[in-house]
C-alpha cells in the first residue's frame, strides 16, 4: 500500500523523510502518531501519520482537508473510483448528522473517503477503536490502511498492555 508513491511501511522516520523530501512540513512527533502539514491534491492538507506501538512501523495515513476544502465529498471519491474498486458506500448518522464514507479496496488495504463536515461533535466517533482521528471534527478526511501494518498495530497494543500488566 502507498501514500503518494510511499510505501505505509518501515519506521516513521524514515517515512517522515520521505514526506519531507516531498515538500511537507512536520508539524508535531508524539508517542505513535506524527502531524505533517503539505500539499495533497493541490490543497494544503495535515496528515497524521500512525504507527505501531512497539516497532514503530507506520500503519495508517489520515489525511485532514481545511473547513473550507475546493474540493468536496462526491469529487473526492470520484477521484479514487477512477483508481480504485470502489467496496462500499454508506451514510451514518450521529442524530441529525450525517456521515458519508466510501471505501476503496485495494490489493494491500483500503482507503477511506469520509465526510464530517455536517458535524458538530466527535467525541462519540473517537470510541471506534479502529480509527484514530484528529481532535477536531466537521472535516473531510481521506484514510489510507495498510492491511498487514494495521494487524501488526492491533497486535502490538495487545503487547503493550500485556506488557504493562
Excluded at 29 to 39: A, I, L, R
Aim: charge should be negative.
Amino acid at each position: 500500500m502507498t501514500f503518494m508513491g510511499i510505501e505505509i511501511d518501515g519506521p516513521m522516520d524514515a517515512f517522515v523523510e520521505k514526506l519531507e523530501a516531498k515538500g511537507f512540513t512536520l508539524v508535531e512527533k508524539g508517542v505513535d502518531d506524527t502531524t505533517m502539514k503539505g500539499k495533497f491534491t493541490n490543497e494544503l492538507v495535515d496528515l497524521q501519520i500512525c504507527c505501531t506501538a512497539l516497532t514503530k512501523t507506520v500503519s495508517c495515513i489520515n489525511v485532514r482537508y481545511p473547513k473550507h476544502s475546493l474540493l468536496g465529498y462526491n469529487e473526492l471519491k470520484n477521484v479514487y473510483k477512477e483508481k480504485y474498486t470502489l467496496s462500499d458506500e454508506h451514510c451514518d448518522f450521529i442524530g441529525d448528522e450525517k456521515i458519508q464514507h466510501a471505501t476503496f479496496k485495494t490489493e494491500l488495504g483500503k482507503i477511506w473517503v469520509r465526510d464530517e463536515t455536517e458535524l458538530e461533535s466527535i467525541e462519540e466517533l473517537l470510541l471506534d477503536s479502529d480509527i484514530k482521528f484528529f481532535n477536531t471534527y466537521g472535516y473531510l478526511f481521506i484514510i489510507y490502511y495498510d492491511d498487514f501494518n494495521t494487524e501488526l498495530r492491533k497486535q502490538e497494543d495487545k503487547d503493550a498492555i500485556q506488557n504493562d500488566i
